[in-house]
């Protein structure tokens, strides 16, 4: 079993930054892929960023070149950093983790932690 635990959501104005973090637990293997989802009210939960274990990673356009993504593999943690933030980016970010085996899709998912990007 896997747990996510993410932390560094908050209140944040627009233009700033922030930074989110999230930890893994329990059997991480080297081929799964870890990543930030967003789900804003009313809307369909997004992928915003993916990072494997080789430190290849993807971002949604919008956020590319203002968010950055990162794993460190020896504390099984992933990180999204945040900048230049707008008011439409408030969310709940959820911390994912993907993994593929044969044929099968598993996901497991964090809590959830809310970004609020208000003056």
């Known amino acids: 079993q896997v747990q996510l635990v993410e932390s560094g959501g908050g209140l944040v104005q627009p233009g700033g930054s922030l930074r989110l973090s999230c930890a893994a637990s329990?059997?991480?293997?080297?081929?799964?892929?870890l990543g930030w989802y967003r789900q804003a009210p009313g809307q369909q939960r997004e992928l915003v960023a993916q990072?494997?274990?080789?430190?290849?990673?993807w971002l949604e356009s919008s956020v590319q070149g203002r968010f950055t993504i990162s794993r460190d593999n020896a504390k099984n943690t992933v990180s999204l950093q945040m900048s230049s933030l707008k008011p439409e980016e408030t969310a709940v970010y959820y911390c994912?983790?993907?993994?593929?085996?044969?044929?099968?899709?598993?996901?497991?998912w964090g809590q959830g932690t809310q970004v609020t990007v208000s003056s």
């Open positions: 990072v494997n274990s080789g430190g290849s990673t």
């Open positions: 994912n983790l993907w993994r593929v085996i044969g044929d099968s899709n598993i996901n497991y």
């Open positions: 329990g059997n991480i293997l080297s081929s799964d892929v």
